[in-house]
């Protein structure tokens, strides 16, 4: 009887205590964990939930494999056929997601439009790949194109992300592709020709933000592909840094979001409440003032054109490749084209 009444008093306190004790797991991309970015859920549940970090979607993919466990994990569009395929993700119910209609359709792709498939991959935070560049050193005429990463004349003062998608997006657009759903044998070939053409040209290939923004305030490289959060957050320091997004090719613009783990041990209800937490209006302020667009448009578009340029995010006149899902074939020839690149190949 003892035991009985002890083991109903534990079942009692463990249904008493709060959503928050049951500890969802994100797993992410450092920076996310900015409580601004989901007050709500912080409200709610008195708590932020436990956020663990990786350096790239290949780590974090290898690392669940082995059997590391998360609720939630934040990746990028080009990713998401792999991890479906892997069958370590399970569909969002759209019916819980409170932004659901207001997501922007002309980013999120088929995954999403209009309910009609089921939702493998929630979008939440989108972005742009330009062209960042010296001022003081560098003149409109030099980044017109993205064959300044072709000029010998900045041979050494050059980089791009060590990150496969921007590097294709660069590639494709740099050879005259803005859609890459369907490329074809020629236009891979070319691109990845272009790649390795530049190659020698680069200084390096920068893995985040901080290292890059290194780089440039110091003069060491000139000009970068990379996203807006970098020139946005350099120049409010003072920095001669700007932002071609206007490059004769085109420009790119990548979409991330959150997929719902199969194995995840914390209540599904938290999971919900998180990214929701992050569509929500009160969070795309501060999400854009980092330089991530929301994927809650209505939300996003009520800040204003003003804001959106300020954050990188305004509206350009070129082509613009939009970095959605990719077939896994397509995405796993291009990893292993960049690394045998990045080596020397």
């Excluded at 302020?285 to 578009?301: H, I, K, T, Y």
């Amino acid at each position: 009887m003892t035991k009985l009444l002890l083991l109903g008093s534990a079942a009692t306190l463990a249904l008493a205590l709060p959503a928050s004790a049951q500890n969802l797991t994100v797993f992410d991309y450092s920076g996310f964990e900015d409580p601004s970015f989901h007050q709500p859920y912080i409200e709610t549940h008195g708590t932020a939930p436990e956020f663990v970090f990786f350096g790239d979607e290949d780590e974090a993919f290898q690392r669940l494999l082995a059997g590391f466990q998360s609720d939630v994990t934040h990746i990028c569009a080009g990713s998401v056929p792999r991890w479906q395929a892997s069958g370590i993700i399970q569909p969002w119910d759209t019916d819980q997601i409170t932004a659901f209609e207001t997501l922007n359709a002309d980013l999120v792709g088929q995954d999403v439009l209009a309910g009609s498939q089921e939702l493998f991959f929630l979008p939440t935070d989108y972005g742009s790949t330009a062209l960042a560049y010296n001022t003081e050193e560098l003149t409109a005429d030099d980044v017109a194109s993205l064959e300044i990463f072709n000029n010998p004349a900045f041979a050494g003062r050059l980089s791009i992300p060590d990150n496969v998608d921007d590097a294709y997006a660069l590639a494709y657009l740099a050879t005259g592709v803005t859609d890459w759903a369907d490329v074809t044998d020629e236009q891979f070939e070319a691109a990845t020709a272009w790649l390795r053409g530049i190659h020698a040209n680069l200084r390096t290939y920068w893995t985040d933000p901080a290292e890059i923004s290194q780089l440039m305030g110091s003069g060491e490289i000139l000009a970068a592909w990379v996203w807006n959060e970098v020139p946005v957050a350099m120049a409010e320091e003072g920095f001669p840094i700007g932002y071609a997004r206007n490059t004769a090719e085109g420009t790119s613009v990548w979409l991330c979001g959150y997929v719902n783990m199969l194995e995840g041990t914390a209540d599904e209800a938290l999971a919900y409440d998180y990214v929701n937490a992050l569509l929500s209006d009160v969070s795309a302020g501060p999400l854009l003032d980092n330089g991530f667009g929301s994927a809650n448009d209505v939300a996003l578009q009520a800040l204003g054109a003003e804001a959106m340029e300020a954050a990188g995010l305004g509206e350009v006149t070129v082509p613009v490749l939009a970095q959605l899902p990719i077939s896994n074939d397509q995405r796993e020839r291009q990893a292993e084209a960049f690394e045998r690149i990045k080596a020397g190949f």
